[in-house]
C-alpha cells in the first residue's frame, strides 16, 4: 500500500473504524495464518457476515502493510448476508510476528477492517539488524562488523550481497564458531564447548552512499541491504543503514 492510502487510513478515527468493524465480522478474528517461510506465497480467504439489517456497498479492498494483492471481494453485501475476501500474500521481507491489516472501504467513506496474526520463519539470523552511519557526506566511508547465522545453527549461512547494493556496498565473510546465548553478548570462539553455532563473521562497507530522487529533499538516510542466499533462494535477509546526510 502506497504512503498516501497509509496516511488516510491512520488519520481516520477510532470510533469511525470501531462502529464500522461492528457492521461487518469476520470469523475466525483475527484470522491465523500459522507459521510461514519468509519468501513464500500463500492465498488466504476471509470469511464473515454483515450483521446489519442494511445492504453495504463496496468501493475497494486494500491491505495496510506490505505483500498483500490481488484481491477478490463483492461490490455489494446484503444484510445479514455472508461475505468472503481472498487475496495472495508474499512473505518476502517479513520476519517474525506479523498483524496485517485488511480493509474494505465502502462507498460512502466508511472502513471495515479484518485483522490477521502469524509468525514469519527467516532461515537466516542476523545479530544485528540496523547500523548507524551518523552524520554523513556523499563518498565518505563507513564501514560494520556483525554476524549471521542459520536459524537452525546447524550449517554455515551461504549469503552475499544482492546485485541492486553491490554499487555502494562491498562485502568481506569469515566463517567462525559462535556463542549465541546472549543476543547482546554474541561471542566467537573455537568449536567446542560453548562455541557450537556454525556462523560467519561480516564486514560490510560503504563504497559511497548515493543520494538520489527524493533523497534529495530529505536530511536523513535509509538505506536497506539486501543479501541473496544459494541455499535459501526465497529467503529475503537484508539489514537496515541509518543517519543523516550533512
Given amino acids: 500500500m502506497n504512503m498516501l492510502k497509509t496516511l488516510l487510513f491512520a488519520s481516520l478515527s477510532l470510533s469511525s473504524v470501531a462502529l464500522a468493524a461492528d457492521e461487518i465480522r469476520f470469523v475466525p478474528d483475527p484470522y491465523p495464518i500459522g507459521v510461514v ?12 457476515a454483515n450483521v ?15 505483500g498483500m494483492s490481488n484481491f477478490k471481494y463483492p461490490t ?15 512473505f518476502s521481507g517479513m520476519d517474525g510476528e506479523i498483524q496485517p491489516v485488511v480493509v474494505l472501504v465502502g462507498n460512502d467513506g466508511k472502513p471495515y477492517t479484518a485483522s490477521l496474526d502469524g509468525i514469519v520463519s527467516a532461515p ?12 554523513y557526506a556523499p563518498g565518505e566511508k563507513r564501514e560494520w562488523t556483525f554476524y549471521v547465522w542459520e536459524t537452525g545453527k546447524k550449517e554455515y549461512p551461504d ?13 568481506k565473510s569469515q566463517k567462525v564458531m559462535l556463542n549465541v546465548d546472549k543476543l547482546d ?3 566467537e570462539g573455537k568449536k567446542g564447548p560453548g562455541f557450537t553455532v556454525p556462523g560467519i563473521k561480516v564486514t560490510l562497507t560503504t563504497k559511497g552512499l548515493f543520494r538520489q530522487g527524493f533523497e534529495l529533499k530529505q536530511r536523513s538516510i535509509r538505506k536497506i541491504v539486501a543479501f541473496k542466499s544459494k541455499k535459501y533462494p526465497k529467503a529475503t535477509p537484508e ?6 546526510w550533512k
Fill in 159 to 171: 549469503i552475499e550481497l544482492s546485485p541492486e547494493n553491490s554499487k555502494e556496498f562491498s562485502m
Fill in 185 to 187: 553478548k554474541i561471542k
Fill in 124 to 135: 537466516i539470523f542476523f545479530g544485528e539488524k540496523m547500523f548507524d552511519a551518523g552524520f
Fill in 76 to 90: 455489494k453485501i446484503g444484510p445479514n448476508a455472508t461475505v468472503t475476501i481472498e487475496f495472495d500474500m508474499d
Fill in 37 to 48: 517461510e519468509q519468501g513464500s506465497t500463500k492465498h488466504i480467504v476471509l470469511k464473515g
Fill in 52 to 66: 446489519t439489517s442494511k445492504e453495504i456497498i463496496l468501493e475497494n479492498v486494500i491491505g495496510q502493510g506490505i
Fill in 239 to 244: 539489514i537496515l543503514i541509518i543517519g543523516y
